[in-house]
Structures are given as C-alpha cells and as structure tokens.
C-alpha cells in the first residue's frame, strides 16, 4: 500500500516537473540552441534510467527484491531536502530569459528599440 501510494506521488511529481523544466527550458534557451539542449537533456535522462535499471536488477539478484526497493526508495523520499535546502529553494521567480551582452553586425549601429 505505501509503495503504491508513493509511486502514485512520485509519478505526479514527475509529471509536473517535466511540465515546469519543459516551460523554463523554451524560455530561457536560445531557439537555436533549444534542440540541442532538449536531446542532451532527454540523452542523459533515458542514460540514467538504464544505468538505474541495471543497478536495480543486480542489488535485486544480490540481496533480494524487498531489501532493493528500500535500499533504492529510502533515499528517493529524501531528495526533497536537495531543493529546499539549496538557494534555489527560495528562490520565487524563474530567472529571465538571457540577454546577449554585445550586438554584432549592421543592427549593432541602430538604436534599440524602447
């Protein structure tokens, strides 16, 4: 029962933190960098899951399935202090999308617009 109701809450935390980084990453990121920082996100994602897919099927075959998904659940439910331990966590406000510093080529000369 908890298992199933902390994979429920798990699963809905995912869902919206997949919503929030997507938003943050169009926005802040360059359009012409947006596609190569999406695949290295989704690059290194789907690479962790193989290499906690690997990790789970050995510590399940070394020392059983029960003792695993607590070995591997228990320091999951705490990753939460990352966050709110960090600056980030009290941070309100996304940071806003990146400025170029110095304008190249012939609009370098125009006046900006207000």
């Not at 990352?82 to 080529?105: I, N, Q, W």
């Amino acid at each position: 029962m908890f298992f199933a109701t902390g994979a429920f809450v798990l699963g809905v935390g995912v869902s919206v933190a997949n919503v929030v980084v997507g938003t943050f990453r169009q926005s802040y990121c360059p359009p012409r960098l947006l596609g190569r920082v999406s695949s290295a996100s989704m690059a290194t994602n789907q690479g962790t899951i193989a290499i906690g897919s690997a990790l789970g099927g050995f510590l399940g075959s070394a020392i059983g399935t029960r003792p695993t998904l607590w070995a591997l659940t228990a320091p999951l439910a705490l990753t939460w202090l990352l966050l709110a331990l960090s600056p980030a966590g009290k941070a309100r406000d996304l940071p806003s999308a990146l400025r170029p510093t110095r304008r190249t080529g012939p609009a370098a000369d125009a006046p900006s617009p207000a």
